[in-house]
């Protein structure tokens, strides 16, 4: 199966809720500029930047650094999921649904085959930026 991350919307994030998941992502993504980027670009064969809208955030690793393209819809359907292969643009995938779980966790579930050992030092990374104090998902 590989490395995956699992998010299930029960319903769609508020307005309010996504535009904090977004603006924090944007931070996160100017914060990691500082010290080492994100590796991260709209899909594997698309170099243009990352899309973040009033819709969705997408996104996948560079190069040989790509996997499986990274989706999260503020009105998504269900069930989605992500295979990194703990490639590089792994951390900027937990990035995005920590913030997911931190702004609207009546929005989606999050799950992942990684645990502690994995989120952890991403958790460690973003408290330290200070934009904002955050916990890990109660299923990691």
């Given at each position: ?63 040989e ?65 200070r ?10």
């Open positions: 199966m590989g490395y995956t991350h699992y998010v299930r919307q029960s319903k769609p994030a508020s307005d309010e809720q996504w535009a904090a998941v977004c603006n924090d992502f944007r931070k996160f993504r100017a914060a990691a500029l500082l010290g080492k980027p994100f590796p991260i670009q709209r899909e594997e064969d698309d170099s243009s930047d990352v899309l973040i809208d009033d819709e969705c955030i997408i996104f996948n690793g560079i190069g650094d790509a996997y499986e393209t990274f989706m999260l819809e503020k009105a998504g359907d269900g069930f989605s999921a992500c295979k990194t292969a703990r490639k590089p643009y792994d951390t900027a995938v937990v990035v995005v649904l920590i913030l997911a779980n931190h702004h609207a966790p009546d929005a989606w579930g999050v799950s992942s085959d990684g645990g502690i050992g994995e989120w952890q030092p991403v958790l460690d990374w973003m408290n330290s930026t934009i904002g104090t955050y916990t890990l998902p109660k299923s990691i």
